[in-house]
């Protein structure tokens, strides 16, 4: 039994809800369009028209924009990945009609003035440079460049100073009726209402929003080779990822090493590789493994940051413990801890409701279904130590793995 409705309106929008008994409440709205959708001369420019949403519309200017939910006291925002556009916002129950109005607005009347393209610009020029000056961030980037080499899965979300210089009107509108099907959009609601009054309220606002039927034409990226890449930088600490290309999101494997990547170095200071290399060596402040799965490929890695005379140390012992998990089956004990671990720390994450309805959406708009908490936690459970040991095989393969060191300029 499911614990959330969903409605599809006539031109394929859906409505998600999922009650909670609470004042507050926090929706989204999901566009299955981001930064892999853009063309070669489009770098950044699913990024540069989130921005914009909220500069101008038909019938608002951007003070009105940003006034209608923050006058009320409530919270909105976005973001722009490689594969979606979200909206968000957190209210008191009584401010949701006021919610969706803007939404609606800003999603589908919005203006992109000229003026307001040039002002937005100069302030993504500007995070650009911010985002350069932090090593640990643009490592990221860096890396994913490599993994998915001469495909726009590898390309910055931000775009380059020269992409986001060239970026018009024309691009905004081409992407827009190319990518933001009405079919692969969802608005969902976590919070107190009546799943009806809410279907009658987004019907008067998003109903008349007309449909889109455009077909995306995602590129799967090639299977990347391994690679040792060292490069200099202006900065007092080397910075290190090692990873690879990993299971998509409807892969079989994803619990397993959604499991494994937790144990490894997710979160909590008990990981394997904190334990390891912070606690027992104190080599490294910060160091941590992240598995992100996206619709037809995935990305592991595994990074830290430490002084350049145990920057070598660090890695050999990373890859101590990447051997050992390809090597040792784990026991019964510690498979159990294991999963007893994460089913923990995903009952806790339940309690921010934000980050619950938004991974919602994104699973309808991805399988046209949501697991329950139940369903998660059942799928890790079936997970077994023979099947640990073959992901570790195939994701932790010595003979695939990229590496991509930036160290300080002597």
């Given amino acids: 039994m499911t614990d959330y409705q969903v409605h599809t309106l006539s031109n394929g929008i859906r409505i998600l809800f999922k009650h909670a008994p609470s004042t507050i409440t926090h929706c989204c709205f999901i566009v299955n369009a981001g930064s892999r959708d853009e063309l070669g001369h489009q770098i950044g420019l699913a990024h540069f028209i989130e921005h914009l949403l909220f500069k101008e519309t038909e019938r608002r200017n951007t003070s009105q924009i940003l006034n209608r939910l923050e006058l009320v006291g409530a919270d ?9 556009t979200c909206i968000h916002a957190s209210l008191l129950n009584q401010h949701l009609e006021r919610t969706i109005d803007l939404f609606e607005d800003i999603l589908f009347h919005s203006t992109f003035p000229e ?3 040039e002002k937005e610009r100069g302030v993504i020029l500007d995070e650009i440079a911010s985002y350069l000056d932090q090593p640990e961030e643009a490592i990221q980037d860096d890396f994913e460049c490599l993994l998915f080499k001469d495909h726009p899965i590898g390309e910055n979300i931000l775009g380059t100073p020269e992409t986001v210089a060239k970026l018009n009107s024309k691009d905004i509108q081409d992407f827009m009726a190319a990518n933001n099907n009405t079919s692969e959009m969802v608005f969902a609601v976590f919070g107190d209402y009546d ?58 494997n994803k619990t397993g090493l959604l499991l494994l990547n937790n144990m490894l170095g997710g979160m909590g200071m008990s990981s394997r590789l904190n334990l390891e290399i912070r606690e027992k060596h104190g080599i490294a402040y910060t160091i941590e493994s992240n598995y992100t799965a996206l619709t037809d490929t995935g990305i592991f890695s595994i990074y830290f940051g430490t002084d350049s005379e145990k920057a070598e140390k660090a890695t050999k012992l990373v890859h101590k413990e990447l051997k050992k998990l390809r090597e040792q089956k784990l026991g019964t004990l510690q498979l159990h801890q294991t999963k007893q671990k994460f089913i923990g720390q995903i009952a806790l994450a339940e309690e921010s409701r934000m980050g619950l309805i938004i991974s919602m959406a994104k699973s309808l708009v991805d399988f046209n279904y949501v697991d329950s908490l139940q369903q998660v936690f059942d799928k890790i459970n079936a997970v077994t130590a023979e099947q640990l040991l073959a992901i570790s095989n195939e994701i932790f393969d010595d003979n695939r793995m990229v590496t991509l060191v930036f160290e300080p300029k002597q």
Wanted: with cysteine.
């Fill in 115 to 117: 003026e307001e393209q």
């Fill in 195 to 252: 799943f009806k009054k809410l279907i009658k309220l987004s019907e008067k606002y998003f109903g008349a929003v007309p449909a889109n039927d455009a077909k995306k034409h995602r590129l799967t990226p090639d299977l990347n080779t391994k690679g040792n890449h060292i490069f200099t930088k202006p900065i007092s600490q080397t910075h290190c990822i090692i990873g690879n290309q990993a299971y998509a999101s409807s892969h079989q």
């Fill in 76 to 84: 909105l925002n976005a973001y722009t990945t490689k594969e979606y």
